[in-house]
């Protein structure tokens, strides 16, 4: 049973391009969430997908940054005009059952963003 | 939201050494787990655990939800155990997971 995968493990962009995060949860879940880790800090919650819906979206910036997870293919994270603040590490999170019931979380290995 | 604090920050250990690492939480949850995060920046399931004790190997957790803490044991540690260990709580009725600021472990050969 394949694990979380993300794509791409790395990936460097320029002042002002645009940053697409790509996320493939474990096989049966349908639960989705997007974590943000800067150098050295703790894991600080984005934004929460459940199938062609964002259930909670609290953590995420209202500018620049917004998430999809469609009926079809993997959860996406897009960051517009990046700067250099968005520099991170971005990990992707599926569960089979939502936070508030049983549902236990499992980790893709995250994406890690540089931006010049 | 709610506060998760974890003691201690760092921790270095000789290689052998025994260790007990805590996780507090200011409200009630629903769901808790522990992660290890290793120097290669990949993290590990270490245990969901809610409530009660379990055990894995060296390691074993415990966590009283009435009195609203966990604690994460290290036995005999290793190099291999070096790296960040986070906590993660889910409140009730809160559909996300809030983690903890990590204890940093170095473990010395």
């Known amino acids: 049973n394949a694990g979380v995968m993300q794509n791409p493990r790395h990936l460097v962009r320029r002042r002002g391009q645009e940053a697409r995060l790509r996320c493939s949860p474990m096989?049966?879940?349908?639960?989705v969430y997007w974590y943000r880790q800067l150098p050295e800090e703790g894991l600080k919650f984005m934004v929460y997908?459940?199938?062609?819906?964002?259930?909670?979206e609290s953590g995420m910036p209202k500018e620049r940054f917004s998430a999809e997870f469609p009926k079809e293919g993997p959860s996406i994270l897009r960051i517009q005009q990046v700067v250099r603040g968005d520099s991170a590490a971005y990990f992707c999170?599926?569960?089979?059952?939502?936070?508030?019931?049983?549902?236990?979380?499992?980790f893709g290995e995250g994406s890690r963003l540089t931006v010049l | 939201g709610i506060q998760v604090e974890q003691s201690p920050p760092d921790l270095i250990l000789q290689e052998g050494a025994n260790s007990t690492l805590r996780c507090n939480f200011s409200?009630?949850?629903?769901?808790l787990q522990w992660f290890h995060q290793n120097p290669w920046g990949q993290l590990i399931n270490l245990f969901y655990?809610?409530?009660g004790t379990k055990q894995n190997g060296r390691l074993s957790a415990t966590t009283v939800a009435t009195e609203r803490y966990s604690l994460l044991y290290i036995s005999s540690s290793q190099t291999t155990d070096s790296g960040v260990y986070f906590c993660?709580?889910?409140?009730?009725?809160?559909?996300?997971?809030?983690f903890g600021s990590g204890t940093k472990l170095n473990v010395k050969p």
């Open positions: 993660a709580v889910a409140p009730y009725n809160f559909n996300k997971f809030y």
């Open positions: 997908l459940q199938k062609e819906n964002i259930i909670d």
């Open positions: 655990i809610p409530s």
């Open positions: 409200d009630s949850v629903n769901n």
């Open positions: 096989k049966g879940h349908s639960h």
């Open positions: 999170a599926s569960s089979p059952g939502a936070a508030v019931d049983t549902g236990e979380l499992f």
